[in-house]
């Protein structure tokens, strides 16, 4: 059964003769005839009386509904593809780290609202491994996180390189450390610290780092916000390692201190390099296609870089 047997079908039963469902379709009559006759040997019954002006039969009654049904819900879904094509898109949904959120991101949302302010933008705040999740079921559109290579390496993914940022210390202005310009790996260890919660890249980052020193992290408590980093942090105990990006705010405050991370010499070469993380906008291909979703990605590649270093420039 193939959908211009229906629509044939239809076209005969609402015109009442072959040769009108011809000219409604477009096509020739005998056309016509050769589609209601595959259809007749599909349902295993005639579906027309031959007479002077084609009739239902009982078949024919009993097709008729469900015949209209399928063919209206194929016109739903070509109209509802073609409105997608055509960038009418209800609404768009990125999940996005949470310093992209806080400062990089606000200028594109706005830029993208004023040019499709008729599609809903949702942004909802995540840890990389759990947005890259969330994409991969479907439940976004697009994804800027901390890059995972075993998440992202699926055929269908498209990875766009935003920008790598260093990794830097907060610690309480009193606290031991802050005497350093440049904390040695040798003095950082020895601190308990404050991670981010599992499914963050940022504690699989550091985990790593830390597993390459042949050091043990002292995981003294696990938080997934800036301001709750801020906030422990600030009672002088515990240190964290964050990215630049989420430093803004920090290098602003009096009560805390924001210092670089030193070469450690005493570790191989691979281990001597700097401590950085690399932060990627991903989507899926057929996504892509789609022109709000294209627009707004190629808004934060225009974007994002230049705003990354202005922020960071502004706040040292």
Request: with cysteine; net charge negative; aromatic share 6%.
């Amino acid at each position: 059964m193939r959908l211009e047997q229906l629509q044939a079908f239809l076209a005969i039963a609402e015109s009442g003769s072959f040769q009108a469902a011809a000219r409604k379709c477009g096509v020739t009559q005998s056309t016509i005839s050769r589609q209601i006759q595959a259809l007749e040997e599909d349902v295993g019954l005639e579906l027309f009386h031959r007479t002077s002006q084609a009739k239902l039969t009982l078949a024919g009654e009993r097709l008729l509904p469900r015949a209209r049904k399928i063919c209206q819900e194929w016109q739903s879904a070509t109209q509802e593809i073609g409105d997608l094509l055509a960038g009418k898109q209800p609404e768009l949904c990125v999940a996005a780290i949470h310093s992209l959120c806080a400062y990089y991101l606000p200028p594109v949302l706005q830029k993208f609202c004023h040019e499709y302010p008729e599609v809903q933008l949702r942004v909802t705040s995540l840890g990389s491994d759990r947005a890259l999740k969330v994409l991969k079921d479907g439940l976004v559109d697009l994804a800027i996180v901390m890059n995972n290579r075993f998440l992202t390496a699926g055929k269908e993914m498209v990875v766009e390189v935003l920008y790598d940022e260093p990794i830097e210390v907060l610690t309480a202005t009193n606290h031991p450390l802050a005497q350093y310009e440049s904390i040695p790996w040798s003095e950082l260890v020895r601190y308990p610290q404050v991670v981010f919660k599992d499914g963050y890249g940022m504690q699989r980052l550091v985990q790593d780092r830390f597993e390459r020193l042949e050091a043990h992290l002292q995981a003294a408590l696990e938080v997934n916000t800036l301001d709750a980093f801020r906030g422990v942090v600030r009672q002088g105990e515990l240190v964290a390692l964050l990215p630049s990006s989420a430093l803004v705010e920090a290098r602003n405050d009096p009560t805390l201190a924001v210092r670089t991370l030193a070469s450690n010499t005493n570790s191989s070469a691979s281990d001597n390099s700097s401590f950085t993380r690399r932060v990627v906008m991903v989507t899926t291909h057929d996504r892509l296609q789609i022109p709000p979703i294209k627009h707004f990605w190629q808004l934060v590649k225009d974007n994002v870089p230049p705003q990354a270093e202005s922020v960071l420039c502004s706040a040292s």
